[in-house]
């Protein structure tokens, strides 16, 4: 058996910035239009009017004060709602490979690696750009890594589900070193044109690799523990499928993209995370006195504050339980490694961190990490 430990982080952020002010004022933009087009069968009370957005309501609500975004061209237009992405020929990469290799780079540099060192790449995301071949393979090709690849969806948790994976692997010496990328181009399933969740998303691409800590130079993260759980639910879900076409629904229907009862996701994942991590703390022999960083999933800072004063027993400083929301978002599976990755490499030799992402399924996913 080898320790698992985490040797290199990477961020790539897009250049775009879409904020909550240029967002609510295309999507009132947008409600107007709609609501004068439909006037008539809305004074009928055969439609109801559009209601409009509110950036003071966003931020109260969540935290969020822009996102990024891979291409805000569309986005922003009344007329359309939704990004203008062109597509790619075949043989071209794809946007998620392009933006995943944008993410490793870092990631490797870090660790010490060039991409023949990786033989295992997991691309952990929300979505896929398509069904196959699989988007890990892809990336594999374009870095040169050798081994295996694979696709893996476990919504806003596929980061910590792929960090566990690869880390089994590597604990048991199937795989040396992995490379895992959580490539989150939301904005292309995100519903703007629905005021409940258009503010929620940002894109972004995340990359994490694991290796053997007896490998590894100064600095690492050993993988103390990893904990994953899910329990399904109705309440965050995305319809579009591949029997789209045999239900005879390839109209643009609402569930074709991301929907959800925030309400609900609030107050029944809330008591599921906080309960997980205490476990997950409790089985490794962890008290919150241990507990020097929390890096959580990035949807909601109230949400955020509350699993932290849970944990830690009294309100967390902003440096032990730091967000980044407020700057990307809710960036699906990357939002808990962007925490992480920002926010390290100030800790001592010694200190131990929790990183936790949850969301759709339900799912969560804990890591339990020490500074080597
Ligand atoms: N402007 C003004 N008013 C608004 C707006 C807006 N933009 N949106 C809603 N309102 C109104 C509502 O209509 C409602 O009005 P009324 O009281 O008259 O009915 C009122 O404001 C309150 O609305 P909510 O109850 O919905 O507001 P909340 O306080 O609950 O806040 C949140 C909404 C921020 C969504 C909150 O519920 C939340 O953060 N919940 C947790 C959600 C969460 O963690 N979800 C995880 C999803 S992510 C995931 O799992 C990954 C999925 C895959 C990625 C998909 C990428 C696209």
Redesign the pocket.
């Known amino acids: 058996m080898y320790q698992p430990a985490i040797t290199g982080h990477g961020i790539f952020t897009p250049e775009h910035v879409i904020t909550n002010d240029e967002l609510?004022t295309a999507?009132n933009a947008y409600a107007d239009k709609y609501n004068a087009e439909h006037a008539a069968d809305i004074e009928a009370g055969k439609l109801a009017p559009k209601?409009?957005?509110?950036a003071e309501?966003?931020y109260n609500?969540?935290g969020i004060q822009q996102r990024y975004v891979c291409v805000k061209d569309g986005i922003l237009d009344p007329d359309r709602m939704c990004p203008n992405i062109p597509p790619r020929p075949d043989d071209a990469p794809s946007l998620m490979a392009k933006i995943a290799l944008k993410a490793a780079e870092p990631a490797m540099a870090m660790a010490g690696i060039a991409g023949q060192d990786i033989d295992l790449v997991i691309c952990a995301a929300?979505?896929m750009e398509r069904a196959y071949p699989a988007m890990a393979i892809e990336i594999q090709q374009l870095l040169g890594a050798g081994g295996f690849a694979f696709d893996m969806n476990v919504?806003?948790?596929s980061a910590t589900f792929g960090i566990q994976t690869a880390a089994d692997m590597v604990r048991s010496g199937s795989v040396k070193t992995a490379l895992i990328l959580c490539p989150?181009v939301?904005?292309?399933?995100?519903?703007w044109r629905d005021?409940?969740?258009?503010?929620?998303?940002g894109d972004v691409c995340t990359a994490v690799i694991i290796s053997r800590a007896e490998d590894a130079s100064e600095g690492h993260f050993k993988i103390l523990s990893t904990k994953c759980a899910t329990e399904y639910s109705n309440n965050?879900r995305?319809n579009n499928g591949f029997l789209r076409r045999s239900h005879d629904q390839m109209d643009d229907r609402r569930d074709m993209?991301?929907m959800?009862n925030?309400?609900k996701?609030?107050k029944e994942?809330l008591p599921m995370v906080c309960a997980h991590i205490a476990d997950h703390m409790d089985k490794e022999n962890w008290s919150s006195a241990d507990l020097d960083r929390l890096w959580l999933?990035q949807?909601?800072k109230?949400?955020n504050d509350f699993i932290g004063k849970k944990l830690l027993g009294r309100v967390p400083e902003p440096h032990e339980q730091p967000n980044i929301l407020q700057d990307y978002a809710?960036t699906?599976?990357a939002g808990s490694i962007i925490a992480f990755s920002q926010n390290c490499s100030d800790l001592p030799s010694g200190a131990k961190g929790v990183i936790c992402s949850?969301?759709?399924?339900y799912?969560v996913g804990s890591v339990l990490i020490e500074r080597a």
């Open positions: 609510v999507f209601p409009q957005s509110s309501f966003i609500a969540s929300s979505n919504a806003c948790s989150e939301t904005s292309g399933h995100l519903e005021r409940d969740c258009h503010f929620i998303f965050i995305n993209q991301f959800q925030g309400r996701v609030f994942v999933h949807a909601n109230t949400m809710n699906s599976s949850f969301g759709a399924g799912s």
